[in-house]
């Protein structure tokens, strides 16, 4: 009877351990794995893979590489670039350019890092942030993960590849096309109408004072006694396109550049022994305007209606869909 007992108990335990076994070859580890290159992966651990995806970030304080949680990264760069104080659906809409433009860069960049500063993108962390804005800081870091939150994983694609998502400050009530600019044909950076900018922005009209002699020095010119010179052409954003001084022609974008103007929308006249330079608008003017941007949301834009209006003919969707390769390299 002890024995019959015995073997029983033997046997419970044998299929116990039976039933034990597959719970404990199916219970994943606590993190994420990444599949391999040649592993197919199912979809359900690409798409916890994105929530992972990290970015290299070269930090130029220190001259290191921080990796950066991708959301945690784009949190940076919103607080970075954009006020806290703009409307919900404006700062998604900055979420979604942040996000595409460090998408499209890892897609293509190997293992170099991105750079913090407007070479690609500004960024700064926590910390700095707390150092930066203060007793703000409990608000305003709320508003930007709200942001950033509600357009978890989603980046621009113009015929499913990632965009170029060029933003800048203030348009002078138009978009400029990327050809006019960078001188490159992309069919989504085409000119559109931003009729928001000049009531929403509060440096939309800036004058700038220059000496005779330094405007000459650094045009490589030499005026004749009250020569002023012309505009030559202007795009169809209503910037210089090219101007004639002193027999010289240049691009809207040179006298820019040189001269450190805040827009190509520009006129000048002499008084006296100085220039006068009145601009309109701030930034190269491709791609979408923040203040524009900010300007359609207390309209009532979504973010959607935002970056569709600044990105012609571009598609909302989720990095997994747009560049799973991505998702499995890193």
Same mark, same amino acid.
């Given at each position: #009877?002890?024995?019959? /007992?015995? /073997?029983?108990?033997?046997?419970?335990?044998?299929?116990?351990? /039976?039933?034990?076994?597959?719970?404990?070859?199916?219970?994943?580890?606590?993190?994420?794995?990444?599949?391999?290159?040649?592993?197919?992966?199912?979809?359900?651990?690409?798409?916890?893979?994105?929530?992972?995806?990290? *970015?290299? *970030? #070269?930090?130029? &304080? =220190?001259?290191? *590489?921080?990796?950066?949680?991708?959301?945690?990264?784009?949190?940076?760069?919103? &607080?970075?670039? #954009?006020?806290? =104080?703009?409307?919900?659906? &404006?700062?998604?809409?900055?979420?979604?350019?942040?996000?595409?433009? *460090?998408?499209?860069?890892?897609?293509? =960049?190997?293992?170099?890092?991105? !750079?913090?500063?407007? !070479?690609?993108?500004?960024?700064?962390?926590?910390?700095?942030?707390?150092?930066?804005?203060?007793?703000?800081? !409990?608000?305003?870091?709320k508003a930007i993960s709200d942001a950033v939150n509600e357009t978890k994983g989603e980046i621009l694609t113009y015929e499913g590849q990632p965009i170029t998502a060029a933003f800048f400050s203030t348009?002078?009530?138009?978009?400029?096309?990327?050809? +006019?600019?960078?001188?490159?044909?992309?069919?989504?950076?085409?000119?559109?109408? =931003?009729?928001? +900018?000049?009531?929403?922005?509060?440096?939309?009209?800036?004058?700038?004072?220059?000496?005779?002699?330094?405007?000459?020095?650094?045009?490589?010119?030499s005026l004749s006694a009250g020569e002023q010179g012309s505009i030559l052409e202007r795009t169809p954003g209503n910037r210089i396109k090219t101007v004639e001084i002193a027999g010289k022609t240049f691009s809207g974008r040179e006298i820019r550049e040189t001269l450190d103007l805040r827009s190509t929308d520009f006129e000048w006249v002499l008084q006296g022994d100085q220039v006068v330079i009145k601009t309109k608008g701030y930034g190269h003017g491709v791609g979408m305007s923040q203040y524009g941007a900010n300007g359609m949301a207390l309209a009532g834009s979504s973010y959607q209606e935002i970056v569709k209006h600044y990105f012609s003919g571009v598609e909302i969707t989720s990095i997994d869909e747009a560049v799973p390769a991505l998702l499995v390299k890193r």
């Open positions: #009877m002890h024995q019959r /007992l015995k /073997l029983i108990l033997i046997v419970a335990g044998y299929f116990l351990l /039976l039933l034990a076994i597959p719970a404990f070859i199916v219970t994943p580890k606590e993190g994420i794995r990444t599949p391999l290159p040649e592993e197919e992966g199912p979809a359900e651990e690409v798409q916890e893979a994105e929530a992972h995806l990290t *970015v290299p *970030v #070269m930090r130029q &304080a =220190s001259g290191e *590489v921080e990796t950066v949680d991708l959301e945690a990264y784009v949190s940076g760069v919103v &607080a970075s670039e #954009m006020p806290a =104080s703009f409307e919900k659906e &404006a700062l998604k809409a900055q979420a979604l350019a942040a996000r595409t433009y *460090v998408t499209k860069f890892l897609s293509h =960049s190997g293992d170099q890092p991105i !750079t913090d500063t407007t !070479t690609h993108q500004v960024y700064k962390n926590n910390d700095e942030l707390k150092m930066i804005w203060k007793d703000d800081y !409990t608000w305003k870091v348009s002078n009530g138009w978009t400029e096309n990327a050809r +006019d600019y960078w001188e490159e044909d992309v069919p989504y950076l085409a000119s559109v109408e =931003s009729k928001w +900018d000049e009531q929403a922005a509060p440096g939309f009209y800036h004058e700038k004072k220059i000496p005779v002699s330094e405007f000459e020095e650094k045009l490589g010119i």
